[in-house]
């Protein structure tokens, strides 16, 4: 795998920053989020799909900086409603403002689900890196399981209290950082990622 100087990680979403930096670490001379950058930009995410959503925040991020910008697009994928919330998930229930919003966004998956038979769901994240020179790596990572009645646990966030992958017991929120990193859509996209670079 070819060593970067700098990586910017397109995101200012303090939970995925700090899940990406703990799998990356050691890949990367330097792994800086926006903040730390000191970029001031909030990229449009108006593509229809995870990836298209990923490809223009490290695009715009790489342009902006003139380094390899990483970025994600993730999500929860309720079966039962035709992959709702999707590529809305963080806005399920209205426009994002972290934690209050989880809340929201949580409850309001479970009215949808209330009636329906089928619990099952899966998290994707599509990740994308783009260079300054204009190369591109891209690579789609799942986490399946279903969806609990009631939220458990307090770590983790977004559907992580609801979410349990198969094979658990517990929620995505009831485990530790370093078992979550083991077998998450963002860990596995990421090893995809890497993989290919």
Do not use: W
Request: with cysteine.
């Amino acid at each position: 795998m070819q060593k970067l100087m700098k990586l910017i990680i397109a995101s200012n979403n303090a939970h995925k920053i700090y899940e990406i930096k703990k799998i990356l670490s050691g890949k990367f001379d330097e792994i800086l989020s926006l903040k730390e950058a000191n970029v001031h930009h909030e990229t449009v995410e108006d593509g229809s799909t995870f990836m298209e959503n990923s490809l223009k925040k490290a695009r715009e991020i790489s342009e902006i900086t003139g380094c390899a910008a990483l970025a994600d697009d993730s999500g929860i994928c309720a079966h039962a409603l035709d992959g709702a919330p999707g590529i809305y998930s963080a806005r399920f229930a209205g426009e994002y403002k972290g934690q209050e919003s989880d809340d929201r966004n949580n409850a309001l998956l479970l009215d949808k689900l209330s009636d329906k038979a089928d619990k099952t769901a899966h998290y994707t994240c599509a990740m994308a890196l783009v260079y300054p020179d204009g190369r591109e790596v891209c690579a789609e990572g799942y986490m399946y399981g279903a969806i609990t009645d009631n939220p458990r646990g307090t770590r983790g966030f977004g559907y992580d209290p609801l979410f349990i992958p198969d094979g658990e017991s517990r929620t995505v929120a009831e485990m530790s950082d370093d078992e979550k990193n083991l077998i998450s859509h963002r860990a596995n996209a990421l090893k995809l990622l890497l993989s290919k670079i």
